[in-house]
């Protein structure tokens, strides 16, 4: 009591939920010193080899072959063996009819696209005026097993992570809570600024599906399709695309190709109408967004002190996601 009136107090951070949070992202934390751990055992294995087969120096398909051992094989399982010591309380599975996949499947094109433009800029500016893509020369990679990880590995391993396991331990103490966390550790975790955002917000749609679907191969579906589209078709349609294109047409009168814009043109055509489309289904979905109440639903005024701070395990996750994002726009 302060001069006759009572004095505000924040409420109390639940300890429990303190533990629960600080042991993900301890486990998202130990998913990353394993990468970084990976990639030097992996980097010093490969020069062994190079040394002893000097032919696999030209092999394209090692760097994939180590990716996928560091990423899928280590890390992840990792982070899934720790978050295995918290008790699991799943989201109740419901069905998902066909249209209602295809119009959150939809919102994720609005989403995907203006985080990445938003995480651009930021690299820019960022990075002193250079445009930092760490994932572009892995895109342009025709290898086959570049698209058997992008495709497939990726979305089933990931989504088992952020979405099935993660949201598995965390969905108790509030749907919403859960949702925003998964989709936040997502985006931290890809390592870099040109990423962050759009992960973290196709993370969110992703983690909403999950939330209320109570089913990862929903996701899984969704995460497939996006990086089939967004790494295997954008990069193979504008590829067809070269320097000597208007030479041809304007120069040598060889209308053949005039192909490669059509493609070119249908492609962004095709991609301008899903924006649209995801635009408007996202209107419509926000409207719709309700959260059933969760049985240790965190206080208000609680849950970003107890999601996101004062803990250790956010602590070392943040210190590992910090230094990955400078290492990306430094290096």
Same mark, same amino acid.
């Given at each position: 009591m302060v001069d006759g009136q009572i004095k505000k107090t924040k409420p109390p951070v639940d300890a429990s939920a303190k533990r %629960? $949070?600080? !042991?993900a992202w301890f486990a998202l934390f130990i998913c990353g010193a394993a990468i970084l751990l990976g990639s030097f055992l992996m980097g010093w294995m490969k020069g062994v080899l190079t040394n002893a087969y000097p032919s696999l120096s030209g092999a394209g398909w090692l760097k994939w072959v180590i990716q996928f051992v560091v990423m899928y094989c280590m890390a992840i399982p990792a982070g899934i063996i720790v978050l295995r010591f918290i008790p699991k309380n799943a989201p109740v599975k419901k069905r998902l009819g066909a249209a209602q996949f295809f119009?959150? $499947?939809l919102i994720c094109f609005p989403v995907m696209y203006a985080g990445s433009l938003i995480g651009n800029i930021l690299s820019f500016i960022l990075s002193g005026g250079r445009m930092v893509n760490p994932v572009q020369d892995l895109i342009s990679d025709p290898s086959p097993l570049r698209i058997v990880i992008t495709v497939i590995a990726a979305p089933v391993f990931e989504e088992l992570l952020f979405r099935k396991v993660l949201i598995d331990r965390v969905a108790v103490y509030g749907e919403g809570n859960a949702i925003l966390f998964s989709a936040v550790a997502f985006g931290l $975790?890809? #390592?870099? %600024? !040109?990423? *962050?955002?759009y992960a973290a917000g196709v993370g969110l749609v992703l983690a909403y599906v999950y939330v209320k679907s109570g089913k990862v191969i929903y996701t899984i579906a969704m995460h497939m399709a996006l990086n089939f589209i967004g790494g295997v078709i954008a990069p193979w349609v504008l590829s067809l695309y070269n320097a000597d294109t208007l030479s041809r047409i304007f120069e040598q009168h060889d209308f053949t190709a005039l192909l490669p814009l059509i493609a070119i043109f249908a492609y962004l055509t095709a991609t301008a109408? *899903? %924006? =649209? =489309? #995801?635009i408007v289904m996202l209107v419509k979905q926000v409207r719709r967004v309700r959260f059933e109440p969760a049985p240790l639903e965190l206080l208000p005024g609680t849950r970003i002190r107890t999601v996101y701070f004062i803990s250790t395990g956010a602590a070392l996750f943040y210190l590992y996601c910090a230094y990955r994002i400078i290492t990306n *726009? !430094?290096?």
């Open positions: %629960v $949070f600080s !042991t119009r959150l $499947f $975790f890809h #390592g870099n %600024v !040109t990423q *962050l955002c109408g *899903l %924006v =649209a =489309a #995801g *726009l !430094t290096g």
